[in-house]
């Protein structure tokens, strides 16, 4: 199982999160692949000191595509884990402030 430090890996920022950030304040993470959402909710409320209402976590399926120039060759992108975590109105974080 991981620490409440290597839960989270990176934001994920996309126009469809950035409308969820604004409108609906919740903030989408890549998590590990053990995650939960008790040890998500744990590691956000540590690590950016808001209080978190909800979190739903979604498995993203490795998706398979081709390469440009040879259609041959499969290129296949890994799967993750992603959690979309649901805060109170009047908290934000301020790592997805530069994107509005």
Same mark, same amino acid.
Request: net charge positive; aromatic share 8%; no cysteine.
């Given at each position: 199982?991981?620490?409440?430090?290597?839960?989270?890996?990176?934001?994920?920022?996309?126009?469809?999160?950035?409308?969820?950030?604004?409108? &609906?304040?919740?903030?989408v993470?890549?998590?590990?692949?053990?995650?939960?959402?008790?040890?998500?909710?744990?590691?956000?409320?540590?690590?950016?000191?808001?209080?978190?209402?909800?979190?739903?976590?979604?498995?993203?399926?490795?998706?398979?595509?081709?390469?440009?120039?040879?259609?041959?060759?499969?290129?296949?992108n890994?799967?993750?884990?992603?959690?979309?975590?649901?805060?109170?109105?009047?908290?934000?974080?301020? &790592?997805?402030e530069?994107?509005?």
């Open positions: 199982m991981s620490t409440i430090y290597e839960v989270l890996h990176r934001p994920i920022v996309t126009e469809k999160s950035n409308y969820q950030v604004n409108r &609906l304040h919740q903030y993470f890549e998590v590990a692949a053990d995650a939960n959402r008790t040890l998500v909710k744990d590691a956000v409320e540590l690590l950016f000191h808001v209080t978190v209402v909800r979190v739903n976590i979604i498995n993203a399926p490795a998706k398979r595509g081709r390469n440009g120039r040879n259609r041959r060759v499969d290129i296949s890994a799967g993750y884990k992603k959690a979309i975590v649901t805060l109170n109105p009047e908290d934000r974080i301020p &790592l997805f530069g994107v509005e």
